[in-house]
Each structure stands twice: as C-alpha cells, then as structure tokens.
C-alpha cells in the first residue's frame, strides 16, 4: 500500500461511504474499494463495517488511521526538510577542527552561517588529526579543516585556503623575552617545549626544521590539544610552543610571541574532503563562507 492511500481511507471516514469518497477523488468506486481491500489484507483486520448506507470505522480502522497520521506527519515533514536542503537552509554540517590553528575562524564563519541559515545545524569535532582523519573516512564528518599534507589518504582531497606562519610563544616575562640582542637558536637550549602529537604534520614540520638546523628541543612528556590548556601552561611556566599566526591573537592575555633570528615556518592549511562525496548545499554554503573568511584574512 502506498503512503498515499491513505488520504482515501481517512476521505472514507469523513464522506461516510466508500461510493462518496471516490467521487471526492475521480475515481470509481470499484478502484477505491480494492485500496481498502488490499490495507485490511495487508493488516489482517477490517477497517470498516460495512452498513447499508455506509461504513463505520472499526476499533482496526481507528488504530491505523491514528498511526498512518503520524506517517503523513513524518512525510510531509521529509518532504519540507528535502526542500530545505536543496536551498542550503537545512541539513547538517558536521567539521572536523583542528585547535591549533583554525580557532579564530570557525567561530566566525559559524556565526555567519546560523544567521544566513538558522536552521542549518553546525556540529564541531574538535580532537586529533588523526582522529578527525578516522572520522571524514567513516563519513563521521563532512570536512576537516587543518594543514594540507602530501601524505593524505588517496580518497582525500586537500583544498588550500591559507599560508600560515608559525610563531614561537611564551609567558610575558620569560628570561628569553629580558634579552638584549635577537634571541638565537643555542638560547632556547635549557627550555622545555610543549607541542603537538609528534604525528601531527606540524609537529612533523617542526621537527624536520630542528633538524636540519642540527637543534633538538627539550621536549616536555605533554601532548597538548587545546590552546586554552596550552596557554595555561606557559603562563605558569618557563616551557616554549609553537601557535600560528591565525590563533596567536586569541590566546590568552599574559603570552607573548618570542622573535628567533632565522627560524621561520609556514604551513598549508585548508579544507580536507573526501573525493567521492558529494557534499549537501548546507555544507557547500559553509564552505563557501570559510573561503569568504580566510580571503578577508589574506588581506
């Protein structure tokens, strides 16, 4: 039985007779009589009495017409989200964030996005590279955000947004910070570095610069993720990390960026997807915003 036939049997209940409800609908009675008799084949049950000026709904009849509303419900409900969808004003946009240098965007873009598209949902899954990589791959997620790799999987795409430069930190008031000359690389010798997972790409980066500078930080035993628990970290210690230039002026009051004669690093950084995956509008919207964003950041 189609979802459809069942505006006929509620047009039964309400004209009173089956002949009635198929003039309703321009068909013959016979055609409408056949609907009913293949629901009540269907449910095992009568859903009408059958009288001589009529039918009366049975205590069958009243249960499936009860549910088969809240199917009518369901579909039409469907059927507004769909519409909604296609014009990019439903839907949801799961992103996949990397902290250490998206942080200032995606809260702006974000912004945008529920005032443009208010009933867009917008889920953050904010956790390792490795992690939001394992999750894009399930479908998990729409997109990650975060550095552009040569080492992407074969099914991933990297959409460059962004150059960002990356920045030593550390407290205001660091020993480092007293000096009265450019800080050199032998200065940073007797400081603890707190840093990435060594697989994430920037750690990666960095850690390939050190050695080709024939430097080897004294790294802490701490993996950090988030940049509030970061910067925490370095307002109550001497230790150094590395932020980029995007993030910087969100870290908290207290941190300061620390110049290092000839060490410089830039990062690619953008939108990863999945090749085959045909994003909703809702998600073309959204990154069509974050394009608008990083654009006004170049600037």
């Known amino acids: 039985m189609e979802t459809e036939h069942i ?24 055609a409408l009589t056949k609907i009913v008799s293949r629901a009540e084949s269907l449910l095992g049950a009568s859903l009408f ?41 439903g839907g949801v946009v799961s992103i996949g964030v990397g902290q250490f240098w998206i942080g200032q965007i995606v809260p702006n873009v974000v912004a945008k996005m529920t005032k443009i598209s208010p009933n867009v949902q917008i889920k953050i899954a904010t956790s390792t590279r490795e992690e939001n990589l394992s999750r894009l791959q399930s479908g998990d997620i729409d997109m990650l955000l975060g550095r552009i790799t040569d080492d992407l999987p074969a099914e991933m795409a990297g959409e460059q947004l962004a150059v960002v430069k990356l920045y030593l930190l550390v407290r205001q008031g660091h020993p480092l910070t007293k000096l009265k000359r450019t800080v050199k690389l032998k200065d940073l010798g007797p400081y603890g570095w707190v840093l990435p997972s ?102």
């Open 7 to 30: 505006k006929y049997l509620k047009s039964i209940v309400e004209q009173g007779s089956i002949s009635a409800a198929a003039r309703e609908h321009g068909m013959t009675q016979s």
């Open 49 to 89: 009495e059958r009288k001589s000026r009529g039918v009366d709904l049975t205590s069958f009849g009243a249960l499936f017409l009860n549910r088969t509303a809240k199917i009518e419900q369901e579909m039409f409900n469907l059927s507004q989200d769909v519409r909604a969808m296609k014009a990019g004003d």
């Open 198 to 299: 060594p697989s994430d790409p920037t750690a990666r980066h960095i850690s390939q610069t050190f050695t080709e500078m024939e430097f080897e930080p004294n790294s802490i035993p701490v993996e950090a993720v988030s940049r509030n628990f970061t910067a925490g970290l370095l307002q109550a210690s001497n230790l150094i990390t590395v932020v980029s230039d995007i993030t910087t002026n969100k870290i908290s009051e207290g941190l300061c960026r620390l110049n290092v004669g000839g060490l410089e690093w830039s990062d690619s950084a953008g939108v990863i997807r999945l090749k085959e995956r045909t994003l909703l509008p809702c998600c073309n919207r959204f990154l069509d915003l974050l394009r608008d964003e990083m654009g006004m950041m170049a600037k």
